[in-house]
């Protein structure tokens, strides 16, 4: 009797946890660390802390940001195994709050925010073409000293580049916070498809809601540093949700290629989706006509040299390496300072494997396309040399929707990895 009581209990006592220690790192965060804005040499000023710097609330430390993250981590899990038991009304609530603390938080652990503005400002401002072009061209620019990759062209999609190019008319504070509240809605998007997903598929839609919506590396990294990977699965689940609704496959198909046309790492939905498709042949046709559209846009907007230098810039930002991949670790631990050619290699065919399997799969109706679109993007995370938090965003809602638990059980431990691997050196 008292376990079945404590049992619901155990899932609001998560919420709040989650709600009592994202509240407080988005509140204390405000107070101004000087890591809030990572590799940015641009001042701590009123714009910048944002609405939240009124609470007076204390910096914490390296060491307590790290608690807290912990603690949301620790919450998150509790919640989302319980979540058959906690209420509707009150997860909303909890989820909705957390991004609200986030979003109003000032721009976490990246400067990438005022990349975006950078460019923006490039087009807008100097007119300027930002697939060609770097910050270096505006260094009498205020948003310059924020911006944390000085010397590189834009690698993000024609699409967000056309979108977001009137942000850049908004000045330093107003285009920082645009951002910021587009990060918001985007996020709050991803959840909301996921549950409606969830209960076309005809699944107990909170549970996959919150496994999205209450992951730290969704608040913490990806609203609290407003990057436009939400935006890219803003579109790629309205994708989805098109598909699974039976009859809208090739508005799905032109629905990921524009998905892509933001980030070009939602393109790896595409050949999934089209094998899944009961008319393969009529989606194909509307990809290919979608990918043309957005390849003859490009080439209005920023011209052939705008599209060889975003495609180049694409290439060019895969091949980076950071020390937190699962390929640098092993690299170590095989004595290797950097990651050889040789785990590279392995790494694509990894990869290029497990992606042939689930397309294989996909086709022979083995195994829903969702799920084997999960497990490619979990093996491209796992697999590539340059993985950065945020970047978790595109395998969460994948896992969530899918049929397997063993995806979602494995997708929990990368973002374990990708915890670990990033607190202790963070903030240090």
């Known amino acids: 009797?008292?376990?079945?009581?404590?049992?619901?209990?155990?899932?609001?006592?998560?919420?709040?946890?989650?709600?009592?220690?994202?509240?407080?790192?988005?509140?204390?965060?405000?107070?101004?660390?000087?890591?809030?804005?990572?590799?940015?040499?641009?001042?701590?000023?009123?714009?910048?802390?944002?609405?939240l710097a009124v609470a007076g609330v204390p910096a914490v430390g390296p060491a307590g940001f790290t608690l807290l993250v912990l603690a949301m981590a620790l919450a998150y899990l509790v919640a989302v195994h319980e979540a058959p038991r906690i209420g509707v009304p009150v997860a909303a609530?909890?989820?909705?709050?957390?991004?609200?603390?986030?979003?109003?938080?000032?721009?976490?652990?990246?400067?990438?925010?005022?990349?975006?503005?950078?460019?923006?400002?490039?087009?807008?401002?100097?007119?300027?073409?930002p697939y060609v072009s770097a910050a270096t061209a505006i260094r009498g620019d205020p948003v310059y000293p924020y911006v944390g990759w000085k010397a590189i062209s834009s690698p993000y999609g024609p699409l967000f580049t056309i979108v977001s190019a009137p942000v850049?008319?908004?000045?330093l504070p107003g285009g920082l916070w645009a951002y910021k509240l587009a990060a918001l809605a985007s996020s709050l998007g991803c959840v909301a498809l996921t549950h409606r997903i969830s209960r076309a598929l005809g699944r107990d839609p909170l549970g996959p809601a919150l496994f999205v919506g209450l992951n730290p590396l969704v608040l913490v990294w990806g609203v609290g540093g407003a990057h436009n990977d939400l935006l890219t699965m803003l579109v790629a689940l309205a994708a989805v949700r098109l598909a699974v609704s039976g009859r809208r496959w090739t508005g799905a198909g032109a629905l990921v290629v524009a998905a892509a046309a933001v980030k070009a790492s939602a393109g790896l939905l595409a050949p999934f989706l089209v094998l899944a498709s009961p008319a393969r042949a009529r989606v194909l046709v509307a990809v290919a006509a979608a990918t043309g559209a957005v390849g003859l846009a490009t080439v209005?907007?920023?011209?052939?040299?705008?599209?060889?230098?975003?495609?180049?810039?694409?290439?060019?930002?895969?091949?980076?390496?950071?020390?937190?991949?699962?390929?640098?670790?092993?690299?170590?631990?095989?004595?290797?300072?950097?990651?050889?050619?040789?785990?590279?290699?392995?790494?694509?065919?990894?990869?290029?494997?497990?992606?042939?399997?689930?397309?294989?799969?996909?086709?022979?109706?083995?195994?829903?396309?969702?799920t084997a679109a999960g497990w490619s993007t979990l093996a491209l995370l796992a697999t590539t040399t340059w993985i950065l938090p945020w970047y978790l965003v595109w395998l969460l809602p994948l896992a969530a929707l899918g049929e397997s638990r063993a995806l979602r059980s494995a997708t929990l431990v990368l973002c374990a990895f990708v915890l670990i691997t990033r607190l202790p050196l963070l903030l240090g």
């Open 300 to 370: 209005a907007a920023f011209g052939v040299d705008g599209l060889a230098g975003y495609l180049r810039a694409v290439v060019d930002h895969g091949q980076k390496t950071t020390i937190y991949s699962l390929p640098h670790h092993v690299g170590l631990a095989l004595g290797f300072e950097r990651v050889p050619t040789a785990l590279r290699l392995l790494g694509l065919l990894i990869f290029v494997g497990v992606s042939a399997a689930m397309l294989r799969a996909t086709a022979r109706g083995r195994t829903d396309w969702i």
């Open 168 to 171: 850049g008319f908004l000045g």
């Open 1 to 51: 009797m008292w376990t079945e009581i404590a049992r619901p209990a155990r899932g609001h006592l998560a919420l709040s946890a989650a709600v009592v220690a994202g509240g407080a790192l988005a509140l204390s965060t405000a107070a101004g660390p000087r890591a809030l804005v990572s590799r940015s040499r641009g001042e701590e000023t009123d714009w910048l802390l944002g609405p």
């Open 93 to 129: 609530a909890a989820v909705a709050l957390l991004h609200l603390l986030f979003a109003l938080a000032p721009p976490l652990l990246s400067p990438d925010v005022f990349g975006y503005l950078g460019f923006a400002r490039l087009e807008t401002v100097y007119g300027l073409d």
